[in-house]
């Protein structure tokens, strides 16, 4: 039974969360309509604003097919609400739940809007300059590689063993051989990806390596046993660089933005740990 309502509670969240934005736009004057269910009306302003992604450009197909979602969504909304499930104590937790993350993430992204506003066309040229030159690796000196690699599932211990095998062996096959007569779990792969697809701790050794040659990288589960097979030399120029490295700042900017913001609610707001949270227990 819990578990039933828990799945109700997950599906009225994300049906009726929606539900109050979307009559309000319906309900404005002059709204051009797309549709009417059971009387309620369906605004074009809510296919394209109902979490369906579709944007004003999009194909006929497109808008079509999120309208069809949006009158799916309404109908269960329909009968959820004549059956009162928002009553239900655990729909009405889940509701809550969703209305606070949305509030939540609305005044985060309002900071960081702000945020990103405040920096000068001049300061952001700089930056894009400063870090096409701190990342030769990603642009100037950027290379496609063809690996191939063992995903190794191991203590941390054990990277610097793996270290001194891959230095003595041939090949990744001879070294596969190794982990398997000590029962080590792996997984072997194959793969050919530019340089930005790759781990920016990877690139400084991957650039100083020559075909044949095998490293050892340690990761969050194990470690990454890499052997060069090819690499292809495919630079980009400051300006072809340009969009990706802005679009990356960008996202970095937001990050410490919201970072920053969340650390000074903190220290001016009263915190009070209760319970089996309390500090010190």
């Not at 009306?41 to 979602?69: D, F, M």
């Not at 894009?128 to 995903?151: D, G, K, S």
Request: include cysteine.
């Amino acid at each position: 039974m819990k578990r039933l309502l828990l799945n109700r509670a997950l599906l009225l969240a994300l049906f009726m969360a929606p539900a109050g934005c979307e009559r309000a736009a319906a309900d404005r004057p002059g709204a051009q309509l797309a549709a009417k269910v059971n009387g309620t009306e369906i605004s074009v302003h809510q296919v394209r604003t109902a979490g369906t992604g579709v944007g004003a450009a999009a194909s006929p197909s497109s808008v079509s097919q999120a309208l069809e979602k949006v009158i799916d969504r309404e109908l269960l909304v329909q009968k959820a609400l004549a059956a009162k499930l928002e009553r239900d104590p655990q729909v009405q937790q889940s509701l809550e739940n969703a209305r606070r993350q949305v509030l939540a993430q609305a005044y985060l992204e309002r900071s960081m809007s702000a945020a990103a506003g405040s920096t000068r066309p001049d300061e952001r040229t700089a930056e894009v300059r400063a870090f096409y030159a701190e990342n030769p690796a990603l642009f100037a000196e950027r290379r496609i590689y063809r690996l191939r690699e063992l995903m190794v599932s191991a203590p941390a211990e054990m990277t610097d063993v793996l270290r001194a095998e891959a230095g003595k062996a041939r090949d990744l096959d001879e070294l596969a051989m190794w982990l398997r007569a000590r029962g080590a779990t792996y997984s072997a792969d194959s793969v050919t990806q530019p340089a930005e697809q790759l781990p920016l701790s990877f690139l400084p050794r991957l650039a100083s390596m020559k075909p044949g040659e095998i490293a050892v990288f340690a990761t969050p589960l194990g470690a990454s046993v890499v052997q060069l097979m090819q690499a292809e030399d495919a630079p980009l120029t400051e300006q072809q660089a340009a969009p990706l490295i802005e679009q990356f700042l960008a996202g970095r900017r937001r990050l410490e933005t919201a970072a920053a913001e969340v650390k000074r609610l903190r220290e001016v707001a009263t915190i009070e740990y209760l319970g089996e949270f309390k500090r010190g227990n």
